[in-house]
Nanobody, 128 residues
Framework: QVQLVESGGELVQAGGSLRLSCAAS????????MGWFRQAPGKEREFVAS???????????YYADSIKGRFTLSRDKAKSAIYLQMNSLEPEDTAVYYC??????????????????WGQGTQVTVSS
């Protein structure tokens, strides 16, 4: 079992930046991927970005089209942590951001399938 703890969400003005952090603990040796999802009020949880933590395509990072060029995922493997640098934030980015970890296959890495562990979420609010 992997435990995930997110931090860094807050209220920011449009055009601003935030950096989210996610620290993993527990049985992290079996993780294949770690990533970020978000869920806005009344909407389904959607993929943001993910990184292959081990195995095939190690180190590859995948992004949702809606945030490509504005958000950057990075990791510190020694700390079992990932980060999401979010620039040029828009009101449409307002959501609860969740960290996720698990063993998704490549074809489903942009879906919630295969991610077994989830953090509690951190609120990001972008004001216009």
């Amino acid at each position: 079992q992997v435990q995930l703890v997110e931090s860094g969400g807050e209220l920011v003005q449009a055009g601003g930046s935030l950096r989210l952090s996610c620290a993993a603990s527990g049985s992290t040796s079996g993780m294949i991927a770690m990533g970020w999802f978000r869920q806005a009020p009344g909407k389904e949880r959607e993929f943001v970005a993910s990184i292959r933590w081990s195995g095939g395509s190690y180190g590859n990072i995948y992004y949702a089209d809606s945030i490509k060029g504005r958000f950057t995922l990075s990791r510190d493997k020694a700390k079992s942590a990932i980060y999401l640098q979010m620039n040029s934030l828009e009101p449409e980015d307002t959501a609860v951001y969740y960290c996720a970890a698990g063993n998704p296959i490549l074809s489903t890495i942009r879906t919630t399938r295969g991610y077994r562990s989830w953090g509690q979420g951190t609120q990001v609010t972008v004001s216009s």
